[in-house]
């Protein structure tokens, strides 16, 4: 049975950091590029970073670049979000999702329809 499932959503003071993990399990993940994505309350779900199968290959949206890192251990079918300096708008549901790759440098695009499969979410919040 394919699944993406996710840990490590905690409450972090502003300035802190957190590594987030997504552990997937049922297909073959060496194919897939991965993306992180966030849903904060009444918000629209946006991408927060992306990697491709390879692990080769990043990208970060404007607001977190400089203070999120995405890597992924292929022989633990996982990949991680260690995020630093958080804020208060970091605050979210964190979920991560994953792509078919037709190459192994292939990056996902950071949008909810390019995505395959995804996980139910962690929650990450930021506050004092």
């Known amino acids: 049975q394919l699944q993406l499932v996710e840990s490590g959503g905690a409450l972090v003071q502003p300035g802190g950091s957190l590594r987030v993990s997504c552990a997937a399990s049922g297909f073959s993940f060496n194919y897939y590029g991965i993306g992180w994505f966030r849903q904060a309350p009444g918000k629209e779900r946006e991408g927060v970073s992306c990697?491709?199968?390879?692990?080769?290959?990043?990208r970060y949206a404007d607001s977190v670049k400089g203070r999120f890192t995405i890597s992924r251990d292929n022989a633990k079918n996982t990949v991680y979000l260690q995020m630093n300096s958080l804020k208060p708008e970091d605050t979210a549901v964190y979920y991560c999702?994953?792509?078919?790759?037709?190459?192994?440098?292939?990056?996902?695009?950071?949008?909810?329809?390019?995505?395959?499969?995804w996980g139910k979410g962690t929650l990450v919040t930021v506050s004092s």
């Open positions: 999702a994953a792509a078919r790759a037709p190459g192994s440098n292939w990056l996902p695009p950071m949008y909810y329809s390019a995505m395959h499969y």
């Open positions: 990697i491709s199968s390879n692990g080769d290959w990043t």
